[in-house]
């Protein structure tokens, strides 16, 4: 009876997937070596929303892991723990995460708008889980934490693609003048 107690972790969550409504990828990352290959990864994706996305629930257990998932418009919101993993921790995160993006989507939280925000979306995972450890389940807090990183990012530290949008923002506003 003893040995089914478990010791305590941190690493709480296995992965974070977010699928279109045709169970394709759209983001995925995974914490751990349950699915070492692409392939076993995309196999366990296509298996999950097959059995989601045609239930209103929010949490399943499956393959020995408990997934909690949330729908909205084209999007599958999914975040994977271990069987014995707590639930409420798993949507704390969830939610975290859906409410984050609605807050920088300005509650557009759908397909096309999350493709043209993607460094967002990548940024508020980071902010919420790393490693499988939860650091942060207040959206407030992530969403302020995304916008301080998108802002004061030195022109040295910039991808040139950051340094061509933010040109061509101050050419548009000295035109405008």
């Given at each position: 009876?003893?040995?089914?107690?478990?010791?305590?972790?941190?690493?709480?969550?296995?992965?974070?997937?977010?699928?279109?409504?045709?169970?394709?990828?759209?983001?995925?990352?995974?914490?751990?070596?349950?699915?070492?290959?692409?392939?076993?990864?995309?196999?366990?994706?296509?298996?999950?929303?097959?059995?989601?996305?045609?239930?209103?629930?929010?949490?399943?257990?499956?393959?020995?892991?408990?997934?909690?998932?949330?729908?909205?418009?084209?999007?599958?919101?999914?975040?994977?723990?271990?069987?014995?993993?707590?639930?409420?921790?798993?949507?704390?995160?969830?939610?975290?995460?859906?409410?984050?993006l609605s807050q920088m989507l300005r509650?557009?939280?759908?397909?096309?708008?999350?493709?043209?925000?993607?460094?967002?979306?990548?940024?508020?995972?980071?902010?919420?889980?790393?490693?499988?450890?939860?650091?942060?389940?207040?959206?407030?807090?992530?969403?302020?934490?995304?916008?301080?990183?998108?802002?004061?990012?030195?022109l040295t530290e910039q991808t040139v693609?950051?340094?061509?949008?933010?040109?061509?923002?101050?050419?548009?506003?000295?035109?405008?003048?």
């Amino acid at each position: 009876m003893d040995s089914l107690i478990l010791e305590p972790s941190l690493y709480t969550v296995k992965a974070v997937l977010i699928l279109d409504n045709d169970g394709e990828r759209l983001y995925a990352k995974y914490y751990d070596d349950t699915y070492p290959s692409v392939k076993e990864q995309k196999a366990f994706e296509k298996n999950i929303f097959n059995k989601t996305h045609r239930t209103d629930s929010e949490i399943a257990l499956l393959e020995g892991l408990t997934v909690v998932y949330k729908s909205n418009i084209d999007l599958y919101f999914y975040v994977i723990g271990s069987s014995h993993e707590n639930e409420l921790m798993l949507m704390s995160v969830l939610n975290c995460l859906f409410d984050s993006l609605s807050q920088m989507l300005r509650k557009n939280v759908e397909k096309r708008a999350l493709l043209e925000n993607m460094e967002g979306l990548f940024l508020a995972v980071d902010e919420i889980v790393d490693g499988g450890v939860i650091l942060e389940s207040d959206p407030q807090q992530v969403v302020h934490r995304v916008a301080l990183r998108g802002d004061d990012v030195p022109l040295t530290e910039q991808t040139v693609t950051q340094v061509l949008q933010s040109a061509k923002e101050q050419i548009k506003w000295s035109l405008l003048r």
